[in-house]
């Protein structure tokens, strides 16, 4: 863990060292900023029914997002194909029947992602579930030694094929997978590898699905194409479709939840996909729940230079020019009312910017009331550990550092049992 940390920093220290650029860390010195209005359509107008937010300036602002941002998927492919690769009914002691099942982007049977899924065998019927994109591979979950092996890829070194075996073991990041928790709660937990749809690192995306989907001619997205980050999201609606399918699951309870990388593409699949009921970012930062305005900790010059395929090419533009963007973050906080959303920060994962995460639920607020919902019901950020739970969106900041724990997974609980049972 000690070690994790003094890479992470060596690697930020050096990065900075080669750009010249400090992150802020001061309250002091974010600058002056006004936010795009939610309410006001690019034309001026402004938006005071539900109905107008639903027809006209909830698209404006989806496709702001796509265009600039994101960048556009394709179409799903119709009635994807899937095949239950293996299940088991007595998995953790008898709590609950895991199931793996293969998820086929084309007809061909070579390019598919699995879904590992647990579903309690204590209930009643069709139950509630978490769903998000793994790091390290399924396996990498739980210890239970029935789970198959993710194959994982990660950027090749140097005469090595990108495909790492054993990279990650049985259980490596089981701490941030409370399952049998879950389980014992009636939710049940699906999973996928984010590497099965698009391996995170920047080979010109030629290793994911995007090839998949090329025109003739085509060899990468055009500027206002998916980035990495909306290809997992257009995964995580394909694992939808087949939610819809299965019969123990309760498709209008899907809670779709990433952790940092993984919150904001979970962020951007709760935006494009409203059959997501509930939609959770954890320490989701730049391009996921902080506003970039604020330029607090990572800004869009420094994602787009270390991550420079997450986001469509059009984001580029905005390096260094965050007061320019059509939109901010807590548009795209607002694209999930009426639905449910959570936002959890951790107050030293300064990089992330927790105020600037909290005060998206807080812009994102008046959307709510549009439909007579309270959104975030405080506009002043809470004490660290005291999680506000009684409107639609939920927030808290624990104490620690940037991960996804125990306590962030027991709140995440807490605030579903409200809607979900
Ligand atoms: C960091 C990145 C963040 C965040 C994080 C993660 O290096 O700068 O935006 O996504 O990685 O995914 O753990």
């Not at 937990?189 to 090329?214: C, E, K, R």
């Not at 309760?250 to 952790?259: C, E, L, P, R, S």
């Not at 989701?284 to 330029?295: D, N, P, T, V």
């Not at 959303?341 to 030293?348: F, G, H, K, L, P």
Request: glycine share 8%; hydrophobic share 35%; proline share 6%.
């Amino acid at each position: 863990m000690k070690k994790t940390l003094l890479i992470i920093y060596i690697l930020l220290f050096s990065f900075f060292f080669a750009n010249g650029q400090e992150p802020n860390y001061e309250e002091s010195k974010v600058p002056q900023y006004v936010l795009p209005d939610p309410l006001k359509m690019e034309n001026g107008e402004s938006v005071d029914s539900k109905t107008q937010w639903v027809e006209n300036r909830r698209p404006e602002i989806l496709h702001l997002f796509e265009t600039h941002i994101y960048g556009k998927a394709p179409e799903r492919p119709m009635d994807i194909r899937c095949e239950i690769l293996s299940e088991n009914k007595y998995a953790l002691g008898n709590m609950a029947t895991r199931k793996e099942i293969a998820l086929y982007f084309t007809d061909s049977n070579e390019h598919y992602m699995t879904i590992l899924m647990y579903i309690p065998n204590k209930r009643a019927g069709a139950v509630p579930l978490f769903f998000g994109l793994n790091f390290k591979g399924n396996h990498s979950i739980c210890e239970d030694p029935d789970i198959t092996e993710s194959v994982i890829r990660m950027e090749p070194r140097k005469g090595e094929s990108e495909i790492r075996p054993h990279a990650f073991k049985l259980g490596d990041a089981s701490s941030r997978w409370p399952v049998e928790m879950l389980i014992a709660n009636g939710y049940g937990l699906a999973t996928v590898y984010s590497g099965d749809i698009d391996p995170d690192y920047d080979d010109g995306f030629q290793n994911g699905v995007h090839p998949l989907f090329y025109k003739s001619g085509q060899t990468r997205p055009e500027p206002n194409e998916w980035g990495t980050l909306a290809t997992w999201a257009w995964g995580l609606s394909c694992a939808m479709d087949y939610f819809e399918t299965d019969e123990d699951i309760d498709a209008t309870k899907v809670a779709v939840f990433g952790h940092s990388r993984h919150g904001k593409a979970a962020l951007w699949a709760g935006a494009i996909d409203q059959r997501f009921a509930m939609v959770i970012s954890n320490d989701s930062g730049c391009g996921g729940a902080a506003l970039s305005r604020r330029k607090y900790g990572e800004t869009s010059r420094t994602i787009n230079t270390t991550f420079p395929h997450w986001f469509c090419e059009n984001f580029k533009q905005y390096n260094d020019k965050e007061n320019e963007l059509p939109v901010d973050q807590h548009q795209l906080i607002a694209l999930m009312a009426p639905r449910l959303v959570y936002i959890a920060s951790a107050v030293e994962d300064r990089w992330a910017d927790p105020k600037g995460e909290f005060l998206s639920g807080v812009h994102a607020t008046p959307v709510y009331e549009l439909f007579g919902l309270t959104g975030l019901p405080v506009r002043d950020m809470p004490a660290v550990n005291q999680p506000v739970h009684t409107g639609y969106i939920g927030y808290h900041v624990r104490a620690g550092y940037h991960d996804i724990n125990l306590y962030d997974w027991q709140q995440f609980v807490k605030f579903a049992n409200k809607h979900f049972k």
